[in-house]
């Protein structure tokens, strides 16, 4: 069963860099597949950071592509966010995924159980 | 980039009851690349169906999921308890794959 397990500091001040971790378990990452991150604001809907292949290949969505960095790690099977410049705004649920398909825009099918990052000082 | 509109906002039923939700696009989506989740509250999203009309892996033939082009339909035959969700499309045919806003069904 493969599981997803998101890490990383809850709290994170205005302006600065937040930082997550994703440890995949169940499944080699380098066996294939996309991964990725999407977040949602408290009461509301989900939007899609990010998403990147074993092989490095990223793909952002445009709205956040000049703050985000998505990069993997295969000998640890796990992959990292980075979010730089973060405001009030970035304050959400984050939550890590694997696509379905053979491509980074196919559905999420696994899913970690989200982590909460509050951006205030 | 493609905009989905889920409507009703809220659906108020209950347990028993036919649920009809519908996401609409701003363009067509290709290849009928839709999605729909179920969330639950603390929950992340679970994937319910895909390509429009399949359902994901254990999911009940309760849920099922059609239509094309612009307009694509998700529909419960029997609302269970365990069915009160918050309910999203996403489309994946073209990039960025945004999600729709949602609909919450909650109990009568």
């Known amino acids: 069963q493969v599981q997803l397990q998101e890490s990383g500091p809850g709290l994170v001040k205005p302006s600065e860099t937040l930082s997550l971790t994703c440890a995949v378990s169940g499944y080699s990452i380098s066996s294939g597949y996309y991964w990725g991150w999407i977040r949602q604001p408290p009461g509301k809907g989900l939007e899609w950071i990010g998403s990147i292949y074993h092989s490095g290949s990223t793909y952002y969505n445009p709205s956040l592509k000049s703050r985000v960095t998505i990069s993997v790690d295969t000998s640890k099977n796990q992959f990292s966010l980075k979010l730089s410049s973060v405001t009030a705004a970035d304050t959400a649920v984050y939550y890590c995924?694997?696509?379905?398909?053979?491509?980074?825009?196919?559905?999420?099918?696994?899913w970690g159980q989200g982590t909460l990052v509050t951006v205030s000082s | 980039e493609i905009v989905l509109t889920q409507s009703p906002g809220t659906l108020s039923l209950s347990p028993g009851e036919r649920a009809t939700l519908s996401c609409r696009a701003s363009q067509s989506v290709s290849s009928s690349y839709l999605a729909w989740y179920q969330q639950k509250p603390g929950q992340a999203p679970r994937l319910l169906i895909y390509?429009?009309?399949s359902r994901a892996t254990g999911i009940p033939d309760r849920f099922s999921g059609s239509g094309s082009g612009t307009d694509f339909t998700l529909t419960i035959s029997r609302l269970e308890p365990e069915d009160f969700a918050v309910y999203y499309c996403?489309?994946?045919?073209?990039?960025?794959?945004?999600f729709g806003g949602g609909t919450k069904v909650e109990i009568k």
């Open positions: 390509g429009a009309s």
């Open positions: 996403q489309q994946y045919g073209s990039s960025p794959a945004p």
């Open positions: 995924a694997r696509h379905s398909g053979s491509w980074y825009g196919s559905p999420w099918d696994y």
